[in-house]
């Protein structure tokens, strides 16, 4: 094991709604686990060789256990089955250290957190520390139907100690309220931060609400691809320092045809959210369809998501 992964134990798996469930996962032995900052996820290193990332949910500062939360997915893509049909309480699991591409902006006048479904797992630490902070906030949360809403009672109770407000939208009653993203961001001081973390179309439509804001108060964290992965194949793939060249066939992202063929290669999430699978591009194009790199990034054709992206042209030079 490195030094870079910890072995942790589940020690409670909880129902938090009809189709969530948390996990608590504490270290083994004598280790301890490092302290995180609100927004931060750990990646799960599960049977098979599958890598997946999970917000932390609890408190980060001295935390003796991490908690994550897993929803049922009736398609999944192996994270979510395996830990629904699988984990059992006293079962161990090696984790990475914790990292935060979603961090909380700790002196904003007023934050407002949009969460669509299991979206809300990175935002309950964010609201735990800005009740320790004494600052304000609101949360907007979204779900098919109450149900299905997560940590309910526990959001009610930190919106009842903070100068907190909490708004709950569901999707199965014809009469409730529905969100408003125009009047959330029309009414935002400009001094206001908002975040949002949820589905693909929750995700978009913040985007497009939050167009002439200052772009450092608008935050989100993605969990599923907006774009499709490039899987017409019919290129090529040079590995500059393995030698081969491989044929990516139709069907096939470069990262499959990379782990058929015995290549090792980092990677998590396979969606192009992560970031694990960035790869140095030596010569070609690649068809960018990630949601990682800017758009810098994207036009120097430096560095690609292999997991995702494909090629324009015949063959791609990659530093593997
Ligand atoms: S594996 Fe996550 S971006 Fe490729």
């Avoid at 897993?70 to 914790?98: C, Q, Y």
């Avoid at 591409?101 to 299991?118: C, K, R, W």
């Avoid at 630490?125 to 320790?132: A, D, G, K, T, Y």
């Avoid at 194009?285 to 324009?312: F, T």
């Amino acid at each position: 094991m490195t030094a870079d992964i910890i072995r942790t134990q589940i020690r409670q798996i909880r129902l938090e709604s009809e189709a969530t469930a948390s996990f608590e996962l504490w270290p083994v032995g004598e280790q301890y686990l490092p302290s995180f900052t609100p927004g931060a996820h750990i990646d799960i290193h599960l049977p098979g060789g599958l890598r997946r990332s999970y917000s932390l949910i609890n408190n980060g500062g001295e935390p003796r256990h991490y908690n994550i939360a897993v929803k049922k997915e009736l398609e999944s893509r192996g994270g979510s089955s395996w830990f629904h049909d699988n984990a059992r309480v006293g079962m161990t699991l090696d984790i990475s250290l914790p990292s935060n591409d979603f961090e909380l902006i700790e002196n904003a006048s007023h934050t407002i957190l949009i969460a669509g479904g299991i979206g809300i797992t990175p935002i309950i630490s964010m609201i735990s520390r800005l009740i320790e902070l004494g600052s304000s906030w609101e949360l907007h949360y979204c779900a098919r139907s109450f149900a299905h809403m997560a940590f309910r009672d526990e959001l009610r109770s930190l919106a009842n100690c903070g100068k907190g407000a909490i708004h709950l939208y569901v999707d199965n009653l014809a009469d409730h309220k529905r969100l408003d993203l125009s009047a959330i961001f029309g009414s935002a001081a400009s001094t206001a931060h908002l975040y949002c973390c949820g589905p693909a179309g929750m995700l978009e439509a913040f985007i497009a609400a939050a167009k002439g804001r200052q772009p450092d108060t608008v935050h989100y964290e993605r969990f599923a691809a907006a774009n499709a992965a490039a899987t017409d194949g019919g290129f090529e793939v040079k590995l500059a320092r393995d030698g081969r060249t491989l044929s990516v066939p139709e069907g096939k992202s470069i990262l499959d045809t990379l782990l058929d063929a015995g290549v090792d290669v980092p990677y998590a999430c396979s969606q192009g959210i992560c970031g694990s699978c960035v790869t140095t591009v030596l010569d070609g194009i690649p068809d960018h369809r990630d949601e990682c790199l800017s758009d810098e990034q994207r036009e120097a054709n430096k560095s690609m998501m292999i997991c995702c992206s494909g090629s324009r042209s015949k063959t791609l030079t990659l530093d593997l």
